[in-house]
């Protein structure tokens, strides 16, 4: 499958080139950037610290939906909501990492869904993806007896709070107790916040150096805890889940999915 890759410059960009490059039965089809960017016209190899591919950084994202049987989106909310539209006008399977999304956003890529394959996922790595599903399961059985706090550290660059993930296991452990997280959740505390409420699932976001993503979920209870946890030490492993995603695509109806439904958790 050819996989093309919008924001091929970024720090997932760079590596989404190197997991393509590496997996059987996937090949590079281009990648872009966002117009003005100094990266224009570079050769993706180069990017990517490997030999030239005698492919470089266009600014024309249609041109590489058209190209591409799958497109890889790790980039901005504005940006991805665009590329959704592409994605339909070209008939092209869409994969989605960009986190920060609005509900808004979110309802553009449900609309892309109902034309092509959409995998949207707040983390490609197999590991976070089962912490979600074992997140889900543990809600479940412990029940609103256990108070349910998730923590999350990145690198200082990041943009948006809580992460996408620490949203995700959060997401999962409301489905486990049956609840919407929108109603039950508190993404941060400050001052007089007054006692905890039954019920709450609470988010906590640290910040700093070069961390690439730190999740652990707490189940508080009285006389235990019990923690679910995550390190990735490398963006290689979301990269791969991507490139994963993209050749699970392949022949697959339209329809929204995550990662939960490529590993088959
Ligand atoms: P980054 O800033 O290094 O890279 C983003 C790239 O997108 C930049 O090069 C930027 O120029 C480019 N871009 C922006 N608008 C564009 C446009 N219109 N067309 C083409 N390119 C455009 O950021 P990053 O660390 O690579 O992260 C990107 C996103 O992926 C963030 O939302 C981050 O939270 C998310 N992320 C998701 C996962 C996951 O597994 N789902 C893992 C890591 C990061």
Known sequence: MKIGIVGCAGRMGRMLINAVLDTEGA???????????????????GLAGRIDQD?????????????????????????????????????????????????????????????????YAPNFSVGVTLAMALTERAAAVLGDDYDIEIVEMHHRHKVDAPSGTALGLGRAAAAGREVALDDVWCRARDGHTGARPKGQIGFATLRGGDVVGDHTVIFAGDGERFEIGHKASSRMVFAKGAVRAALWCEGRAPGLY??????GL
């Not at 281009?30 to 050769?43: H, I, K, M």
């Open 27 to 45: 090949f590079l089809a281009g990648g872009t950037e966002q117009p003005g960017s100094a990266f224009l016209g570079a050769d993706l190899g």
């Open 55 to 119: 492919l470089t950084v266009g600014d024309d994202p249609n041109a590489l939906f058209t190209l591409s049987g799958a497109v890889i989106d790790f980039t901005s909310p504005a940006a991805t909501r665009h590329h959704a539209v592409l994605a339909v006008a070209n008939r092209t399977a869409l994969i989605v990492g960009t986190t920060g999304l609005s509900h808004m956003d979110e309802a553009v890529l449900t609309d892309a869904a109902g034309s092509v394959p959409v995998v």
């Open 258 to 263: 995550t990662m939960r439904d490529v590993l």
